[in-house]
Structures are given as structure tokens and as C-alpha cells.
Nanobody, 124 residues
Framework: QVQLVESGGGLVQAGGSLTLSCAASGRTFSSYAMGWFRQAPEREREFVSAISRSGGNTLYTNSVKGRFTISRDKAKSTVYLQMNSLNPEDTAVYYC?????????????????WGQGTQVTVSS
């Protein structure tokens, strides 16, 4: 079992920045690829970013490329999502996820464990 707890969400003005954190506990953090997904009201949950077990490979959805950066800290068993140049379209509940897949990290089916989510609201 892996427990995931997100933090760092909040209200920010357009153009601002936030850093989300996801602390993992339970099994070995380095055994899991980590992903961030988001769900806006009345929309499907969508992929945002992912990082491989080693941290050597990262993925981003097109709409956040160049603005968001995913990273992981093995010593702290934590994955981060640095979000810059936020716009109202980024408003959503952001979820952290952990999975042992080596590929297909854009898919929700690749993740076995999920956090409870953290709200990000970007005002115009």
C-alpha cells in the first residue's frame, strides 16, 4: 500500500505560481512512477504530468509544457509540481498518483494509488 497526501493548492491570480507537493508513505518511493492529474468541474480527469521511477524521464500534457515542472525527491519521498504562468484554465482539483508501470504514464489505468486531491483556483 502507498498513501499519498497532496498539499500546496490554493487561490492565485492569473500569471502567478504555485508548487504542489505529494508526500508518499508506505512502500519504497523509488519503486513507483508518479503522476499528476487534474479534474475541473464537469470535466473528465485529465493527465498533467508524470515522472519515471528514477526521475530521468518526464512527461507533460501540451497545455502545460514550458509552464509546469515535475520533480521528485527520493530522500523526502515527495513529488512536486511547480506551476508557473497559471491561467484560469488551470483551475481544477489536482491529484497525485503512484504506479509501477514503465510506460503509458499518461493513462489513469497505469496508477494504482491516488491522493485525495488539492484545489487550485486561478482568478482572472
Amino acid at each position: 500500500q502507498v498513501q499519498l497526501v497532496e498539499s500546496g493548492g490554493g487561490l492565485v491570480q492569473a500569471g502567478g505560481s504555485l508548487t504542489l507537493s505529494c508526500a508518499a508513505s508506505g512502500r519504497t518511493f523509488s519503486s513507483y512512477a508518479m503522476g499528476w492529474f487534474r479534474q475541473a468541474p464537469e470535466r473528465e480527469r485529465e493527465f498533467v504530468s508524470a515522472i519515471s521511477r528514477s526521475g530521468g524521464n518526464t512527461l507533460y500534457t501540451n497545455s502545460v509544457k514550458g509552464r509546469f515542472t515535475i520533480s521528485r525527491d527520493k530522500a523526502k519521498s515527495t513529488v512536486y509540481l511547480q506551476m508557473n504562468s497559471l491561467n484560469p484554465e488551470d483551475t481544477a482539483v489536482y491529484y497525485c498518483a503512484a504506479g509501477q508501470a514503465n510506460y503509458g504514464l499518461e493513462s489513469m489505468e497505469s496508477y494504482a494509488y491516488w491522493g485525495q486531491g488539492t484545489q487550485v483556483t486561478v482568478s482572472s
